[in-house]
């Protein structure tokens, strides 16, 4: 199962860094939200994804653009990898992956032959209304938050 542009942005129950409930689409009404899904905290890619996410977050915040970063780490490691690299971006735990499933993003994947499953690197847009707008999947870090931006000025 995979979202399509037109879509609504569907429920889904995430845990915050904090341990907050975040409940999906209500946490975002009326604004458009950006979600990012990563594979792990404290890793390289994931890392400069977070601080070129975290660079950009003023000019998000101008556009009125909601940030999420999402894995399945628990809450207790989002909070040391944002302390570790003073990240500015929220980030939120999918433990169930169930909004990972309904995304698309949770993958078979492949390491030296050897195949598992794991979150693909994907980012995804919703306007204001909850629908989605831009869809990036297989997702290379270098430059990404920034087309990522240039998309939601699009929205304006």
Do not use: N
């Not at 860094?17 to 975040?22: E, K």
């Not at 996410?53 to 915040?61: N, V």
């Not at 940030?67 to 971006?89: C, E, N, R």
């Amino acid at each position: 199962m995979s979202i399509e542009l037109g879509d609504a942005l569907p429920k889904g129950a995430l845990v915050a860094a904090d341990g907050s409930a975040i409940a999906l689409p209500e946490w975002g009404a009326g604004a458009p939200l950006l979600l990012y899904f990563y594979p792990k905290d404290d890793t390289s890619g994931c890392t400069r994804e977070a601080q070129d996410f975290s660079a950009l977050m003023p000019e998000f915040a101008a556009l009125g653009v909601k940030l999420l970063g999402i894995s399945k780490d628990p809450p207790a490691k989002h909070q040391k990898f944002t302390a570790k690299y003073d990240l500015a971006v929220p980030l939120a735990t999918d433990e169930d992956g169930a909004l990972m499933e309904v995304l698309g993003v949770w993958v078979e994947k492949s390491m030296y032959g050897k195949k598992y499953m794991g979150i693909e690197r994907s980012t995804f847009l919703f306007d204001a209304s909850g629908t989605l707008v831009r869809a990036w999947r297989k997702v290379k870090v270098p430059g990404h938050a920034a087309e990522v931006l240039a998309a939601a000025k699009a929205l304006g």
